[in-house]
């Protein structure tokens, strides 16, 4: 090996190496910041499809919207991390009443380990879904709740409008 050929060779090894540590420092999760059509997508489940609001608050703070649905969680105190919202939104939280999204959850030990025989089992019973959600669209709602809720703080004026989609009354009485 000659020196030119040799130090061709160190240079291409320390990119190399720069390129590996680099790949390596970063996870997936961080390389992949959520798109804006997935969160949009989550909005819309946590307020439509899967009905969240309906126990957790329109604002995700545990203000829920019906007297009639259990109380929810404040989702913007959550200290959950995205691994542990996802398995809570697809296999529920049993012996609370929080439901199990993905239709098939206890069916086959996919969740906590448990099957259906084990939750009837409990002092309560798991509310049903509004609707079974998809793994998809579990990931929409994961995306829009830490883009939007958790770690975000209280609800706001510009929160409250860019929900609504206008300034509705009920943002008007919220601090700027």
């Not at 009905?51 to 703070?61: F, M, N």
């Not at 049993?94 to 206890?106: E, H, I, N, Q």
């Not at 798991?126 to 959600?133: K, S, T, Y």
């Not at 409250?160 to 601090?175: A, H, K, M, T």
Request: with cysteine; proline share 7%; hydrophobic share 35%.
């Amino acid at each position: 090996m000659n020196l030119r050929t040799n130090g061709q060779w160190l240079r291409w090894t320390g990119l190399a190496v720069a390129t590996a540590s680099q790949l390596l420092a970063t996870s997936p999760l961080e390389a992949q910041a959520p798109r804006p059509e997935d969160i949009a997508a989550g909005m819309r489940i946590y307020r439509q499809k899967g009905d969240c609001q309906a126990c957790h608050g329109w604002a995700a703070d545990g203000r829920k919207m019906d007297s009639q649905m259990p109380d929810g969680a404040d989702l913007r105190s959550s200290q959950l991390t995205r691994a542990r919202l996802v398995t809570a939104i697809k296999c529920g939280i049993p012996g609370k009443a929080m439901p199990a999204f993905d239709r098939l959850a206890y069916s086959d030990g996919r969740c906590y380990g448990m099957r259906e025989a084990d939750l009837r089992r409990l002092p309560t019973q798991m509310p049903d879904p509004a609707a079974p959600l998809q793994p998809r669209e579990i990931e929409q709602l994961a995306d829009f709740l830490f883009a939007k809720v958790i770690g975000q703080g209280p609800m706001n004026r510009t929160k409250c409008i860019e929900y609504w989609g206008s300034d509705v009354e009920i943002c008007r009485d919220l601090p700027d």
